[in-house]
Structures are given as structure tokens and as C-alpha cells.
């Protein structure tokens, strides 16, 4: 047998090629259809509040965040208004560094006075795009 003939590929040869291109082209499949259905579609922030807990006369609202957009929010800010009797009696802010699609992160504000006896508002105020 010379060096210029080259043996025929064997079975397993075959096999594994054929698994090997399988993966290769499900990972692009995967990729391109993520790129093409979450391209530009902008941050979806939503915040709700759980229940408030008193704790040595402070009153903690914990709060969820998240975001079901298609990209990354950066600096999320989120804000809490405590309205008593029709006025501004406390204020929060939240600074949440980044959240990606999908990602969740969860906070409390504290606040000196019961939030159930007036209106608690939350909301998120502002993000910046990476």
C-alpha cells in the first residue's frame, strides 16, 4: 500500500462526523434564532410589591423586580411614594446595576410609617442601555 491510498472511513468514522455536524448545526440553529427574535426589542421592567412587615416600628416592603424585555437594562431605578392623605410623606429609591432578559432581583424599602394606611406607590423611574 502506497501513502497516496487512503483507507475508506470506517463506520464509527461516519458516526461520530454525523453526531458532531448534528450539534454543530442545532448550536448555530439556536444562535441565529435567538439574534433574530431578540434583536431591538427594548428592556420590560415591571416591579410588584410583597407584603409589608413591621419590625421594631419600621415597616419593610420587599419588592421584585424583572425584566421580560429582549436587552440588558443598566442603573434600573426604582422609586416608592408613600401618599397619606393625599400627600408625599416618604420617598425610596432603589439602584439596581444591571438586569438581563429574564433576570430578577428583589429589595425592600423601609419606611418609618405604615404604608397601609395610605398609598404605597411603586414604579420603575429610569434605566440606561449598555
Known amino acids: 500500500m502506497t501513502k497516496t491510498e487512503q483507507q475508506p472511513r470506517s463506520i464509527a468514522e461516519w458516526v461520530t462526523f454525523s453526531v458532531a455536524s448534528l450539534i454543530l448545526a442545532?448550536?448555530?440553529?439556536?444562535?441565529?434564532?435567538t439574534w433574530l427574535n431578540e434583536k431591538n426589542q427594548p428592556p420590560i421592567l415591571s416591579v410588584t410589591k410583597e407584603a409589608i412587615r413591621e419590625i421594631g416600628g419600621q415597616f419593610y416592603v420587599p419588592f421584585e423586580v424583572v425584566n421580560t424585555g429582549g436587552d440588558t437594562a443598566e442603573s434600573v431605578q426604582i422609586m416608592a411614594e408613600l401618599l397619606i392623605n393625599g400627600k408625599v410623606t416618604e420617598t425610596g429609591e432603589q439602584q439596581i446595576d444591571f438586569l438581563s432578559n429574564g433576570e430578577r432581583e428583589e429589595g425592600?424599602?423601609?419606611?418609618?410609617?405604615?404604608?397601609?394606611?395610605?398609598?404605597?406607590?411603586l414604579r420603575v423611574g429610569s434605566y440606561k442601555l449598555p
Do not use: K
Open 26 to 33: 442545532i448550536i448555530v440553529s439556536l444562535v441565529g434564532y
Open 108 to 121: 425592600a424599602f423601609v419606611f418609618s410609617q405604615n404604608p397601609r394606611q395610605g398609598q404605597l406607590n
